[in-house]
């Protein structure tokens, strides 16, 4: 009873608060266009059972590339629009550069002292400068070579002897581990971790957890949109299911760190990991103002852990399921391979500039399949103006990169896979064609992009150049499910099963 009267009470008074709010922003500001909003809900109502990406897509394409909403008591700007993207990220950058402190997220990054959910300022400045210089520099990539040559090896190997029996693989969970050991190798030290766990046994119970956390950064959370109510949490299940994913991976950080911290320090390499820099680094120089504390060096591992293996993995998923469905893609592809590598049994990163169609097949998949269908949503600093519009400071901003790379004043057949129109169409994934932003751009833009692409690039080579890919028996390509699951990443809702032969 007195729960009920608590949550009425609150409800009455958020209600009360939404319908003041509106009326003065109304008076003061000139919104951008928008469905009209109903007191309370705003325009929650109106998304739909679609995929977030999906459902803001169908509103923009009637009110607008640049819409205003009001989600709960949130207010909201959605842009589906090259144009109106390039204006943030080139004019306004500074004034997008912030995060909303979201329930979730900031539960499982420690407080958001992540690179990818902190609020703009010294600090994440400090730690994304680290993280690009001890992990991301070109330097540093081009040094892990041998790390990504043994991974691969060990993975076409792995796939080989599944295709000795004709063992469907499931190529889903076969990427997100084969990345998991990439990451974990060169930002931890040499170890592969399974969160503790170790076999088959261990890999399945990563893959689970990872797509629980993608969930989890996300899902619907009533606190993202109604800030009052975050206490209703503790009964709906959300707090239990964001307390058990944090202790297995709390668990698992200080497992690392204090390994690291324990380690011999006469036998450590002459490179540092990433750990030992986050950890050592800011008592022999200035890059940071003052030691980072254990739970903050937690939150930036949780980046790490999470976007470097769930982005690359997803693109190599989507990447495979297209080629299956497009057999014409997939024989020039192959021969863009075999006819340039030869007979090696491997294809190694010196032959990775010769695969120009490789390349566009790549690009192809992002556009269609960015591994952030929304790029996390950012907020403003402070009052500006885009394209004649008044922005509120403190608005939450929602920028559908998915909608942007498909929009068809750019893009002739946006939804066909077609890798030859980047033949004549040069654009690239930097952040600098705002028609194309599967990394972001701006500020907040992706710095992983460079690790994730020859990662990429040099896993989908070698199995283009090793194997000719069937479906399971009684499939066709065309019959491949394509529905996307929830979550940050669009995963594919069904895993990718194939079967490998080995090239003939």
Known sequence: MILLLVFTTTLLLLILFVIIKNGETKGKWRLPPGPRTVPFLGNLHQLGNDLPHISFKKLSDKYGSIMFLKLGSVPTLVVSSADVAKEIFKVHDVVFS????????????????????????????????????????????????????DEVALLIDSIRKSSSSSVPVNLSETFVCFMNNVVCQVAFGGVKYYLGESGDAGKTKFYVMLRELQNLFAGFSIADFFPLMGWIHKFNGLDARIKKSYRKLDAFFNKVIDEHINADKSSKPDVEDLVDALLFRSHKDDIQSATLVRDQIKGILMDIFVAGTDTSAVTLVWTMTELMRNPTAMKRAQEDVRTKVGTKDYVEESDLHKLGYVTLVIKEALRLHPPLPLLLPRETREDCTIKGYNIPKKTRVIINAAAISKDSKYWEDPEKFRPERFLDYNVDARGQNFEFIPFGGGRRGCPGMNFSIVLVELVLANLLHCFDWKMPPGMKGEEIDMQEAYGLTPHKKIPLCLVANGRQ
Do not use: H, M, N, Q
């Open 98 to 149: 912030s995060r909303p402190v979201l329930y979730a997220p900031k539960k499982l990054t420690y407080g958001c002292s992540d690179i990818a959910f902190a609020p703009y300022g010294v600090y994440w400045r400090e730690i994304r400068k680290t993280a690009i210089l001890e992990l991301l520099s070109a330097k540093r990539i081009l040094s892990y070579r041998a790390v990504r040559k």
